[in-house]
Structures are given as C-alpha cells and as structure tokens.
C-alpha cells in the first residue's frame, strides 16, 4: 500500500512482521482487534512492539496471542501494564471455526503479520502459515535474485 492509501483510509501501520513471510508459508489472512490496557495503546502508538516468536493459540474457544511483547509505557507508573501477557484477539465465530478447523486439520499455525491502527482501533493481521523448509527458503532467496539480476539488465537498456 502506498502512503496516500493509508492515509485516506485512516490505516497507520505500527509495525511489521517481515520474518514470517521468511519463515512461513502465509495462506490466508484475516483481520482482528486487539484487546489492550490504556498503557498498551500509548506504547503501541510509539511503536514499540515486538512479534519475536510470536504465536496465536485457541483457549476455551477464543483466540489470544502469545509472546507478543508491548514495552511498558514510560509514563505509566504503578499502572502499567506487563509486557509479555497474552492478549485476545476479536474475531467474528464464523471466522474463529474457519481458523481453528484449518489449524486441526492441516498442522498450520498462527502468526501476526501486522500491527496497525485503523482509526482509534488497534488491529492486528494474522495469517494461517506453515512452516518453510531450508530448500524452499533457498528457492525464495534465489528467485528474489534472479528477478533483480533482470531489473537491473532491463533498467539500462532503451526500449
């Protein structure tokens, strides 16, 4: 998305998750709110969120993600919040059932691609992902270089 897209449809992106397009294999994303303190929304506004080893994991049939580390708010005093809990995720129970049978049947996992604010909302994507081989990660690294071998061969050259 470019910059004007984002800023008419009220979308500022906080942060990326550009390692699980490394290690994963991403097939299907969805969108859902975040359930956060005061204090989280303040760091997350500050961009001070981290998804290393970041997971999502169904609970009595509600979705939270683990690991997901929020720093604590500078301001926060005696009300801040801790900084690796796991927080819930609002999805519709249509979505949920979809998620969790692809989950069970497949051998899929669920990881955060992006933190973004849609308005005054915290969203979070996720996407169902399974897991990349060595060979497949080599494969990836190795077209991603013949494709700019060939940009940079068609850049000079006058049509």
Known sequence: MSRDNNAKSGIKVVAKNRKASHDFELLQ???????????????????????????????????????LHISPYDHGGY????????????LSSMELRKILTKVMEKGCTIVPTMVYFRGQYAKIEIA??????????????????????????????RV
Do not use: C
């Open 128 to 157: 169902l992902a399974r897991g990349k081989k060595l060979y497949d990660k080599r494969d990836d690294i190795t077209k991603r270089d013949q494709k700019r071998q060939l940009e940079r061969e068609f850049k000079g050259a």
């Open 79 to 90: 009300s801040n919040h801790e900084p690796m809990r796991p927080r819930k995720l609002l």
């Open 29 to 67: 994303r969805f969108e859902a709110g975040l359930v956060l303190l005061g204090t989280e929304v303040k760091s997350l506004r500050a961009g001070k969120v981290s998804f290393q080893d970041t997971y999502g994991r169904f609970v009595n049939g509600e979705m939270f993600l683990v690991n």
